[in-house]
């Protein structure tokens, strides 16, 4: 019996993919685990593993196709042992969510669940292939997998329409009947917005530009910042802390550390700084959820990391209990695997608080977007001499790091948010307390 791949959800937000390589070809035999294919999500590129054993016999998706929609149908799979038929067809995606899997993502995000696949043949019916059951009700009804594509193009709801194949099976020619049963649609405005890049074009049309199609990836970007944006009541709370003390304590424990090849950077410190405040100011350790807040125990510490094209925010999880040394190593794996669009949706979902540094560019301060459903984001910028006046009265230059801290004000207020800038600054600013 041919099984139908389709396309998988690899990520919460997926709704289309691109295939980025496959790694079997017409004629391959596949066994449970082996790597079907690379698949480009939003967020990463992730490999495809098959869950049943068999001999591919069609690719359907050539590589490198974009836009390849969740559930679709990708390659065709024949079980072992079985003879080709003479004409192979396509099973539609499956409606209901109980279908065995056929094929399932190395990593899947939390929440979701296996891929639906192919349902085992039932006996007796006319193509004697699988048939996946649309609901009536509580009754199953069966359709062949052309009347179920037609009804979908069409927008016809097959539980509507009475059978007339094999046991009341709906099939083409029942589609076809009410198709012509349906009222003339009225044509609708277009409001999917298709065109109105033209508009904005038009204005230049005297300039010299190049067009550049979004991927996956900006598209999603673009969608969370406006949803932050438009969504998120943000207030701002800054302050400068003083490095001086971290500056001394990285030059110390990097001189340590040089023999075990081990280099710890004022990141790293910062990241720990802002996983001992969230202990130590639990009520800043929580995210918005709709009619509640999730308040969290641990410290799961976002981090921004530029990529080409966009950013992720890999999590380091249970940051609070980890050694600096070991924080610095995770960030160092997480970042690179960031880089080349390898990380599972696990290590970048979550968290409460994201932490944005744009210092090592040169920026002394900014203001950062909430990444949605975190509560805070604090955005570092670049350390820089500075004259102060002592407690003598005397003018002394030290090292001022300028920080913003971002707040969803449904989350955290004011008072809050003040409490929880004055912990990280005071761990900075006695970096001794990290390592307590």
């Known amino acids: 019996m041919p099984i139908t791949v389709h396309m998988p959800a690899l990520s919460p937000t997926m709704v289309d993919g691109t295939l980025a390589r496959w790694h079997v070809g017409k004629g391959d035999t596949v066994a449970s685990g082996d790597i079907l294919a690379e698949i480009e999500t939003d967020k990463a590129i992730m490999e495809f593993e098959a869950v049943d054993e068999g001999t591919v016999v069609k690719l359907l998706v050539d590589e490198g196709a974009t836009h390849v929609p969740v559930n679709s149908p990708i390659a065709i799979i024949l079980e072992e042992g079985e003879e080709p038929p003479d004409r192979l067809e396509v099973d539609a995606p499956p409606d209901d969510a109980s279908s065995p899997a056929t094929s399932a993502p190395q990593a899947t995000a939390p929440g979701t669940g296996p891929l639906t696949a192919t349902a085992p043949a039932r006996p007796g019916t006319a193509s004697g292939r699988a048939e996946l059951p ?24 097959l539980a509507a329409i009475a059978g007339t194949g094999p046991a009341g099976r709906v099939i083409k020619r029942d589609i076809e009947a009410a198709i012509k049963r349906q009222p003339a649609a009225k044509p609708e405005p277009v409001t999917t917005g298709a065109g109105e890049w033209q508009m904005v074009a038009a204005l230049y049309v005297d300039r010299s530009f190049e067009e550049v199609p979004l991927d996956n990836m900006r598209k999603t970007i673009a969608a969370r910042l406006v949803e932050a944006k438009q969504t998120v009541p943000h207030f701002y709370l800054r302050r400068e802390i003083m490095l001086d003390a971290v500056i001394e304590t ?20 910062i990241i720990k700084a802002s996983a001992m405040a969230l202990q130590l100011v639990p009520d800043a350790n929580a995210i918005w959820a709709h009619d509640r807040l999730l308040k969290f125990r641990s410290s799961d510490v976002a981090v921004a990391v530029a990529v080409e094209g966009g950013l992720f925010t890999p999590v380091l999880r249970d940051a609070q209990n980890k050694p600096m040394t070991a924080l610095s190593q995770e960030m160092k794996s997480l970042a690179a695997r960031a880089r080349d669009r390898r990380l599972k949706p696990e290590e970048y979902i979550g968290g409460s608080f994201a932490i944005s540094n744009l210092g090592m560019f040169g920026i002394e301060n900014f203001d950062a977007v909430i990444n949605p459903p975190h509560g805070s984001i604090l955005a570092v910028g670049s350390g820089r001499r500075t004259p102060f006046e002592n407690d003598q009265g005397q003018v002394e230059f030290r090292t001022a790091m300028s920080v913003t801290l971002s707040c969803d004000h449904r989350v955290i207020d004011g008072a809050l948010g003040a409490a929880f800038l004055a912990e990280i600054a005071r761990h900075l600013e006695s970096p001794t307390l990290l390592m307590l």
């Open 250 to 269: 990285r030059s110390m424990l990097n001189r340590e550390l040089e023999s075990r090849g081990i280099r710890i950077s004022i990141n790293d410190f």
């Open 134 to 157: 649309e609901r009536r009700g509580s009754d199953r009804v069966f359709s062949s997998p052309l009347a179920r594509r037609l009804a979908r193009e069409n927008g016809l709801d």
